[in-house]
């Protein structure tokens, strides 16, 4: 499934000024057929782009030999010992023997080297366990959210769809691996070949690694208590058509105080500028990877013109809504997602 790494020649990148990138695809017994296949798809559809091997990859394990994965799928992987034959980026797939292995420690190694780590979704969970006092935010699958709120303190995690400590990238994996993965080699590609990328791998849009994962908020419930969640959730579904914080809490069936409150010390908000930021998150979103007219989008998220939508957009984001669409370049990680090409 692999392609060896002596295919990749340096001279042949000179005119490119940036030298072939291996990357590492760590696999245990169980792995994510669905994350695996994702990850060596986008970089060889990467390549066909680039009408170049830019990139190549090869499979390592605790446990070297072959390993079968969740769908039947088979990879030959070579040992990972320690700080040997480090490649430019190591990807922990996830699956139901992602525990926090060996890997753990070769993963270690890489982030002393400022080299990329990606782990992903059981993966990611493993890792989050295993790091008492992460550096920055963290995140994996959805369900596995909940779990870790309840039996332990993690201040850090976050429902996103990735997140960058120092180095190491935790993610939700599943099917948003190929998004992460364009993001990832994005910066060796001008931006009609992002575009180009994303359309040969069928995707309607490119989310942000900041994006929510799919489940709002509100479908956490071991976050928030019984009627708070109920309050997120009834706010989620009518961002278009927004409701007064008196029909929201004559739904609910908590007065505007104890709504006041509760806000207060879970979000260190009000009900209504929460309300209104999921409003403006949403037509973020909908600006960024969507070609819809302003005024739909300011009517899908119950702002009565373009111009509150642009006000709201730019007290919260900086910048207006023309500025956000006409951007040149296209930058799916919010963080720093490679090191320098050397």
Not at 207 to 234: C, H, W, Y
Not at 251 to 259: A, I, K, M, N, P
Request: charge should be positive; glycine fraction near 8%.
């Amino acid at each position: 499934m692999g392609k060896p790494d002596n295919r990749f020649d340096v001279a042949a990148a000179i005119d490119i000024q940036v030298r072939s990138r291996v990357i590492e695809i760590h696999v245990a017994k169980g792995f994510s057929g669905l994350e695996l296949t994702s990850i060596t798809h986008v970089l060889a559809t990467a390549n066909t782009l680039l009408e170049r091997d830019l990139f190549s990859w090869r499979y390592s394990t605790d446990t070297p030999g072959i390993i079968a994965g969740d769908q039947g799928a088979l990879v030959r992987a070579e040992p990972a010992i320690g700080d040997h034959r480090l490649a430019d980026m190591m990807v922990v797939v996830g699956g139901k023997g992602a525990a926090a292995g060996k890997w753990l420690a070769r993963a270690r190694a890489m982030q002393r080297k400022a080299r990329t780590v990606v782990v992903l979704s059981d993966a990611a969970t493993a890792y989050i366990q295993a790091t008492k006092a992460p550096s920055g935010r963290v995140t994996t699958h959805w369900r596995d959210i909940t779990n870790l709120v309840e039996t332990g303190y993690h201040p850090k995690l976050t429902t996103h769809l990735s997140e960058n400590s120092d180095g190491i990238i935790t993610a939700a994996g599943a099917g948003a691996t190929l998004e992460l993965m364009v993001g990832l080699v994005a910066p060796y590609l001008t931006s009609p070949q992002v575009a180009e990328l994303g359309n040969h791998l069928l995707l309607q849009t490119l989310r942000k690694s900041d994006a929510e994962q799919p489940k709002g908020m509100a479908d956490n419930e071991g976050m928030f208590d019984a009627r708070l969640t109920k309050v997120i959730r009834l706010m989620e579904d009518t961002v278009n058509d927004p409701l007064s914080m008196d029909e929201i809490t004559a739904r609910v069936g908590v007065s505007t105080r104890h709504l006041e409150r509760v806000f207060r010390t879970t979000f260190n908000d009000t009900p209504a500028r929460f309300y209104k930021r999921l409003r403006v998150k949403r037509a973020r979103t909908m600006i960024e990877e969507s070609l819809l007219p302003m005024i739909d989008i300011a009517i899908a998220c119950g702002f009565a013109s373009c111009t509150t939508m642009a006000k709201a957009v730019k007290g919260e984001y900086g910048v207006t809504p023309s500025k956000m669409r006409s951007r040149k370049s296209i930058q799916l990680l919010t963080y720093e997602g490679r090191q320098t090409a050397r």
